[in-house]
């Protein structure tokens, strides 16, 4: 069984600058959840995608956002990207009508902003 | 707000012996987890809990809701455990609040 993907493994933008970050969940999961993991801060929630709809969103200003697809895979967005915004992007997916399943990690993007 | 505190921060022991790391939360949760994060990022869920104890292989995770209190235990730890390793509250919504982490060395 594949486990979640994410792509680019690794990014470097300018501030301003916009930025999309893949994330294609295990198969037959139907959530996708987002976090951020910055130096010095520890991970941070996102965004939790379900069926197509998001269903929660952490603290962070609007320029973060995001989606997720019919094939239940999905995008986080950025725009105007600040040096803040630089972080390991982390993507999980659970299925989350089966009782008791953790959440699956994939192994990230690491944005870096100049 | 639902804070989570572990301890230690930082754990630096001989293979071999039992390790025992702490987490501690607020408010009333649907679930604890336990995730270790590799240096190079990769993060596994270990144990998901809501009640009493999980044992997987030399991993035991105990949850105390009354205290909203939960234990990890490595017993014979091997260098092969150096990691960090994570706590983190479920509440409404699928949220997950972390732990800052506890950094976990192993040494032969």
């Known amino acids: 069984e594949a486990g979640v993907t994410q792509s680019p493994t690794h990014l470097i933008k300018t501030r301003g600058q916009q930025v999309t970050l893949r994330c294609s969940p295990i198969?037959?999961?139907?959530?996708v959840y987002w976090y951020q993991q910055a130096l010095g801060l520890g991970l941070q929630f996102l965004l939790w995608?379900?069926?197509?709809?998001?269903?929660n969103r952490g603290n962070f200003p609007p320029r973060f956002s995001g989606r997720q697809f019919p094939n239940y895979s999905s995008e986080l967005n950025v725009n105007a990207l600040e040096l803040e915004d630089s972080a390991l992007y982390l993507c999980?997916?659970?299925?989350?009508?089966?009782?008791?399943?953790?959440?699956?990690f994939g192994d990230g993007t690491r944005l870096s902003i100049l | 707000k639902n804070e989570v505190e572990q301890s230690p921060q930082n754990l630096t022991a001989q293979e071999g012996e039992f390790i025992t790391i702490n987490c501690s939360y607020s408010?009333?949760?649907?679930?604890l987890h336990w995730l270790q994060q590799h240096p190079g990022g990769g993060i596994v869920s270990l144990f998901m809990?809501?009640?009493g104890k999980k044992k997987h292989g030399r991993l035991i995770a105990t949850i105390n809701i009354q205290e909203k209190h939960s234990s990890l235990h490595i017993t014979a730890s091997h260098p092969r455990d150096s990691a960090v390793y994570i706590c983190?509250?479920?509440?409404?919504?699928?949220?997950?609040?972390f732990g800052e982490g506890t950094q976990l060395t192993v040494n032969p």
């Open positions: 999980a997916s659970s299925f989350i009508f089966s009782k008791n399943q953790p959440q699956h």
């Open positions: 983190a509250t479920e509440t409404s919504g699928s949220r997950l609040t």
């Open positions: 995608y379900d069926e197509g709809e998001e269903r």
């Open positions: 809990l809501s009640s």
């Open positions: 408010v009333g949760i649907s679930a």
């Open positions: 198969s037959g999961h139907t959530s």
